[in-house]
């Protein structure tokens, strides 16, 4: 009997190994592709992919594929949905106030579900008188006062200006995920205020810019990993609610092909990406995503420029 329990738990110990196996060559297959395909996008000036998407089914596919990996990696470490393909988009051809919309109404609804299975299966318990609820709804109230900021903004600044700050931004973005783990400091409910609010500036003007924040923020003042991707999930899901509704009010729309392909594409990936959790190592997720995001935070800058 004891022989047979040794198996099978060397069994599951093998599945385990060979999903995490599985899972890193998925990772780098995906940034390989992602990586070539942004650089012949970037410096073709003829290529506008917004130009064929309202035309093409095919299209339209592809970029539900790229939501569906960009939220994956979001709801996995708490980070990356918006602030990669905000650029990717930009980089494509929409402009900001087609992108940003369709990024809130996508990250609102996959966030939100993200947030709940976080909390269902164990990664953070989000329980009324939690510190993690606490947490989570200190964010989410001081976050109004950056995303309304924030989308007034987006509203009245010219084009060049929002994506010259969203390129900058995606950069420095970059360096804090990858430094930041050296800056460790104490919690106070002080820093978590501070970075809500500039989260949410961040996110209402870019669509991106959030869960780099707001989850590394965490980390560096003594939240445990997974309960901080659980508390950003849910609280950047109701920072993006906010900062549509001031959208749709003020705009007077969305650009509904756009945002219901990002929607559908992100949804299909919560279950896959709450699962991994628990199986891919964290950091080597903060890793890739930090390069990438500077890598993304380039190429805007490169398009703003040529």
């Not at 099978?8 to 390989?32: Q, T």
């Not at 109230?141 to 309304?148: A, D, E, N, Q």
């Not at 003594?222 to 899901?237: F, Q, Y």
């Amino acid at each position: 009997m004891k022989q047979a329990n040794q198996f099978e738990g060397g069994a599951k110990n093998d599945f385990s190994m060979s999903s995490g196996r599985a899972l890193k060559i998925f990772w780098m297959v995906c940034m390989a592709l992602a990586v070539s395909g942004l650089i012949v996008m970037t410096f073709v000036k003829e290529f506008s992919f917004a130009q064929d998407f309202s035309k093409s089914y095919l299209l339209v596919a592809v970029l539900g594929v790229m939501a569906f990996i960009a939220e994956y990696v979001d709801s996995s470490i708490g980070m990356g949905y918006g602030t990669t393909l905000t650029p990717v988009l930009l980089i494509m051809g929409f402009t900001p106030l087609q992108i940003v919309p369709a990024i809130l109404l996508s990250e609102f609804i996959s966030g939100t579900l993200a947030g709940g299975l976080h909390h269902k299966v164990g990664n953070v318990n989000l329980k009324r008188g939690t510190r993690a609820n606490k947490i989570m709804i200190v964010l989410a109230l001081c976050s109004i006062i950056g995303t309304v900021i924030a989308v007034l903004l987006a509203l009245s600044l010219p084009k060049h200006i929002v994506k010259l700050y969203i390129g900058l931004m995606i950069l420095a973005i970059g360096l804090f995920i990858l430094v930041g783990q050296r800056l460790m400091s104490k919690f106070s409910w002080g820093k978590v205020i501070g970075l809500g609010t500039v989260a949410a500036f961040n996110k209402g003007i870019s669509g991106g810019g959030y869960g780099p924040l707001v989850t590394g923020g965490q980390v560096m003042v003594g939240i445990p990993g997974k309960n901080a991707v659980g508390i950003t999930s849910l609280a950047e899901g109701l920072v993006c609610l906010v900062g549509l509704i001031l959208y749709i009010s003020l705009k007077g729309g969305l650009y509904w092909r756009l945002s219901i392909t990002l929607t559908v594409g992100a949804l299909l990936s919560v279950p896959a990406a709450v699962w991994t959790v628990k199986v891919l190592p964290e950091s080597m997720l903060k890793k890739s995503i930090g390069f990438a995001t500077l890598f993304l935070g380039i190429l805007t800058l490169i398009k703003v420029m040529i």
